[in-house]
């Protein structure tokens, strides 16, 4: 057997572990750049225990709340500038996937000069400002992995730093914060976790350990399916899938993702379809695909989730995603021209051609 496992975040998975943990805030500086999006943190009441656990401590903080969801280039220099002007010694990012991701982006780019050319390759030097990230959606796991990933125009897609300097140092996480999700963004982030899972599951980096933690959070996510499809998100189903998506976010900071994420950029960068719906309207058809060359792992995958076959899947996502978006065959063309050139392709343990991602792109919106 051969195991590599490297997570250097602290993990505090807990109701109110922002008050309770207050004290932590004081290890990391004086002075705070809090990264959000422009609503939801001041919504839902993050924002508000972080700015009170600051000012207990005497910690002082500048607000960037500028974050657009699939932040860009652009947007993240503005926010790094910002860091600058304010001598914000730590970042505490607040948010979605957007906003966690564009506070590692600034954490880094405050720290290191990095042209547009540079910046998804590096070379990095070692300096970054300190991480605290708080997850208010459970879908990206982004609290857990080594990955921002920004709206890149060169590339007409979106592409991730990855570099072990972006982990957080600490990830304070409270199911209360997505108590008031609507049910669309829910099953969109709960459907990306589950994604995040399954690709693991079928990545030629899983090992032991990553296979054992996917395991636990596709259950703990199939076990909401109904309650997704009801739309009966109780505490209980939020505590459920904000822990799944924590663990798939685990998965894949050691498994990268495949085919489903690289074919689902495009359907965000040029229809701005979510990121977790974007992989979901995939998931079922690249497990078909899978299925020709790796039947027992996806009959085991399928074991798991309680489901006969794949198109019983294919019927749950169906169900959960509604009417789906009209997209050309040529636009297909163009996607999987896009996708096949991606890192992630490299990733899968069956390798798809340009043909086979047209073809999954065509039977996911058939
Ligand atoms: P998001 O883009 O962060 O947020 C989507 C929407 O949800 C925003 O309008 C946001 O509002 C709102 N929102 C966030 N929390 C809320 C809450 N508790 N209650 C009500 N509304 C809330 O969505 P996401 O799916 O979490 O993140 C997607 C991004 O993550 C993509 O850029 C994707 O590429 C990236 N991603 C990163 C990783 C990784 O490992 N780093 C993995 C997967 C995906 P506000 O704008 O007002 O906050
Ligand atoms: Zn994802």
Redesign the pocket.
Known sequence: MSVHFFLPTRVLLDEDCVRKNASLFKEFGTKALIV??????R??G?LQDVTDALTAQGIGFAIFDK?????TIANVREGAAFAKQNNADFVIGI???????AS?AIALLACQNLPDQMLFTGPYTQQILPLILL???A????EV?Q?????NDLAQS?T?IATPLLFPKLALIDAK??????LR?TI??AI?ALS?AIEGMLSTKANAITNLLAEESIRKIVRNFSNLLNGTTDASCRADLIYASTLA?IV??HTG?TAV?CMG?SL?YFHHI???RANGLLLASFLAFAEKQQPEAIRHLLNIMGLEDTAAFRDVLNRLFGEKEKITNEEFQKFSGLAIHAKNIANCTTVPSQDDLYNMYVQSFS
């Open positions: 959000t999006g422009k609503h939801s943190a919504a839902n993050s974050v657009e969801t699939n932040p948010g979605g996937g957007s906003p966690m991701d590692k997850p208010t959606t879908g990206t796991g982004s992995t990955y921002s990933i920004l709206t979106k991730s914060y997505t108590s008031g999700l609507p963004t969109n982030t990306d995040h976010g894949i900071a993702t994420h950029y965000t979510d990121h977790g």
